[in-house]
């Protein structure tokens, strides 16, 4: 396929990858096949977009490849098989190697004390991965395009809320639902999941330069956000109504940094009230509009309150079993996507109930129970490539684009402390695309201003 048709095809192919994600992707590691339909829906768009994927690995900065690569090859490295005499001293493989003694069945082992599910963890980056190179060569306007996408993801996220809020069971949800009628979920199985794709729904529709300027887009910029942060509050989830402030905020800033910039130019231009009045008019509505869902909706609204008064909440019994899990297998860890096996082995009597922990609820302490030292030293990495990207973005024209792509990465960072919120295709598949749209205008900008 020659290089213009792969061009053409780039923006279709990763806005139908969005669409194929945000429908399918968001039950987690309890629905494969869906799973797999977003993935193979990956290598579609992957497929036609050689020219794309090699300029990638030729044109981004290196620390986003080497980090890609890095992400890669780890639980790669932990299903290749090693020898007795090597793996039985590796920290915690104990447990395996008596039961392998037992039945007689010691030879050569990988690391990972499930190679399955960790094989099965490395399937989980073809999305994000194929979002990062087949979008590598799109022009920078088509970010936008698709991040207007992602804000609708948004709206239809309220829209199938609103069925699900007034359901008697759960046939409004597409996983499932434990209290039908009572959480906003749309398309996931888990509520925090979907407040931080309103999150992101809510940041882009704040910063994203509008597809065609008008007059009116200012009032309808601001009645998005106003649904999208209702919604937030429907899920009933606590980080993503906190974190719904980092959005809000910069939204804030931005206002204020377009107000001095325009009364700069007026200044020497002659005296303007437009942009005073346009600036005060657009907080003016924004208040009106969040008093007017906290008239409209008080009971959801009180419910969602009441929850950050919760004093039982089972995660920090988790956390305290998970630290000592996470000891037992450290610094060399038990395995990418291992950590339901390995944690019930530690999991105190006092603490069991009828249902397993499933994750750490903590992805930090998850990730060093599976990945060990190299995972945590990965994870702080990709936030200093984040750091780093974003300060580089901040001369650009589209800074607020890259800036939006940047925090919504600090958002996922952030719930990812009482969370697990990249263990499904959707937020795969979105903070792809958060990162791509970051790394280009950040690349682009240092390419142009070296």
């Known amino acids: 396929m020659d290089k213009n048709l792969a061009e053409r095809t780039a923006f279709p192919g990763l806005a139908a990858l969005l669409c194929v994600a945000f429908l399918l992707g968001g039950g987690g590691s ?16 992957l ?31 932990q299903i290749v098989p090693l020898p007795p005499s090597l793996w039985k ?15 007689g069945a010691v030879g050569w082992m990988p690391l990972s004390v499930s190679p399955l599910r960790t094989l099965l963890a490395i399937t989980a980056l073809i999305t994000p991965m194929a979002i990062l190179a087949a979008g590598w060569t799109l022009p920078r306007q088509r970010f936008i395009w698709l991040g207007w996408l992602v804000v609708g993801f948004g ?6 809320g609103v069925f699900q809020l007034g359901a008697t069971g759960g046939e409004a949800t597409l996983f499932g639902e434990r209290n039908p009628g009572d959480v906003l979920l749309g398309t996931f199985a888990n509520r925090n999941s979907t407040g931080l794709l309103l999150g992101f729904g809510l940041t882009l529709a704040a910063l994203l330069p509008a597809p065609k300027p008008h007059l009116a887009m200012v009032a309808v ?29 910069m939204a804030g800033i931005k206002a204020v940094w377009w107000f001095m910039r325009e009364r700069g130019t007026i200044e020497a231009r002659g005296f303007s009230a437009r942009p005073l009045a346009i600036m005060l008019g657009s907080i003016g509505l924004l208040a ?5 869902l906290v008239v409209t909706a008080p009971g959801p609204i009180g419910k969602t309150l009441e929850r950050f008064e919760a004093k039982d909440d089972p995660r920090r019994y988790i ?19 291992t950590f339901d096996e390995v944690f019930q082995v530690d999991e ?69 402390i009482t969370d697990y919120p990249l263990r499904n295709q959707t937020l795969l598949a979105l903070a792809g695309f958060a990162l791509l749209m970051l790394a280009r205008i950040a690349t682009d900008q240092r390419r142009a201003h070296p």
Do not use: K
């Open 30 to 45: 309890y629905f494969g096949l869906a799973n797999l339909g977003v993935q193979l829906a990956a290598l579609a768009i």
């Open 47 to 77: 497929l036609p977009s050689r020219a794309a994927f090699l300029q990638f690995w030729t044109q981004s900065p290196v620390l986003l490849r080497i980090l890609v690569s890095a992400s890669l090859l780890l639980p790669l490295i």
């Open 288 to 292: 009106v509009s969040t008093a007017a």
């Open 319 to 337: 956390w305290d079993d998970a630290s000592y899990t996470a000891a037992r297998y450290w610094p060399a860890g038990a395995g990418m996507g």
């Open 89 to 103: 001293e590796i920290p915690g493989h104990n447990l395996v190697t008596r039961s392998l003694e037992l039945t």
């Open 155 to 160: 709206i239809a996220t309220t829209l199938l």
């Open 348 to 416: 105190s009597l006092e603490n069991l109930t009828q249902r397993t922990a499933g994750r750490a609820h903590n992805d930090y302490l998850e990730l060093a129970i599976e990945a060990g030292l190299p995972g945590l030293v990965l994870a702080a990495l990709w936030l200093l490539l984040i750091a780093w990207l974003s300060w580089g973005a901040r001369h650009a024209p589209q800074r607020w684009t890259a800036w939006a792509g940047s925090l919504f990465l600090v958002m996922i960072a952030l719930q990812s």
């Open 221 to 249: 910029r601001l009645a998005v956000c106003a649904v999208l942060l209702l919604a937030i509050i429907m899920t009933r989830s606590r980080t993503a109504v906190v974190l719904a402030v980092l959005p809000l905020t």
